[in-house]
């Protein structure tokens, strides 16, 4: 069966950096996309980017460009996402899921990583 | 970008109830919308895609529909299991989520 294992909780000092994991297992890694998307405390979801794992291409949400870095290793089925100069406002439910480009829905998900950004 | 709406932001139901959610777009995006259920502590489920394409296991309670601008997802029977927050997402330009609805008991 298809899972995603994401990285465990973080705690991160404002302007520090952050990377969560996401490993898949259950399927063929490179075979389709993989998506992060966050979700603030009381906020909607929030779409960051994606990575082509079979391409290794990248597409990023304009309010992260700059910020944010998607990268996969297909050897361990793992894609990572990276964010940079952490802000308090950063704190969030970090997920990954995998993407289906037939449909272009999001049909599996990461358990979720919460990152907190504290001083 | 394109910025999506929904309405209402919340509804209260009771068990059989018909509910509908509206969503819509600032710009046409066809019919490339999915809508999501989350409920606290368990992650995102896709339920619709496509405006009207029931994902698989999804009960067939839940429908959508719509093109263009404007989308509805349709809960035909409210079942305890079906409180929850539901959002849509277009996949049209980017991959944006609208706000949210948030369906509880009556």
């Known amino acids: 069966q298809v899972q995603l294992v994401q990285s465990g909780a973080e705690v991160k000092k404002p302007g520090a950096s952050v990377k969560v994991s996401c490993k898949a297992s259950?399927?063929?890694?490179?075979?389709?996309?993989m998506h992060w998307v966050r979700q603030a405390p009381g906020q909607s979801l929030e779409w960051m980017g994606w990575?082509?794992?079979?391409?290794?291409?990248?597409r990023y949400s304009q309010k992260f460009q700059g910020r944010v870095t998607i990268t996969r290793d297909t050897s361990a089925s793992t894609a990572y996402m990276e964010l940079s100069s952490l802000r308090s406002e950063d704190t969030a439910v970090y997920y990954c899921?995998?993407?289906?480009?037939?449909?272009?829905?999001?049909?599996?998900w990461g358990q979720g990583t919460l990152v907190t950004v504290s001083s | 970008d394109i910025q999506m709406t929904q309405s209402p932001s919340s509804l209260s139901a009771s068990v059989g109830d018909r509910v509908t959610i509206t969503c819509r777009a600032s710009?046409?995006?066809?019919?490339?919308l999915n809508w999501y259920q989350h409920k606290p502590g368990i992650v995102p489920k896709l339920l619709i895609y496509?405006?009207?394409g029931l994902q698989s296991g999804v009960p067939s309670r839940f429908s959508g529909s719509g093109s263009g601008t404007d989308f509805t997802l349709t809960i035909s029977s409210l079942q305890p299991e079906d409180f929850a927050t539901y959002y849509c997402?277009?996949?049209?330009?980017?991959?944006?989520f609208g706000p949210g609805t948030k369906v509880d008991i009556k």
């Open positions: 899921a995998r993407y289906m480009v037939p449909t272009r829905g999001f049909d599996y």
């Open positions: 259950g399927y063929t890694f490179s075979t389709y996309g």
């Open positions: 990575i082509n794992a079979g391409h290794d291409s990248t």
């Open positions: 710009q046409s995006i066809s019919t490339y």
């Open positions: 496509g405006a009207s």
């Open positions: 997402q277009q996949t049209y330009s980017s991959f944006t």
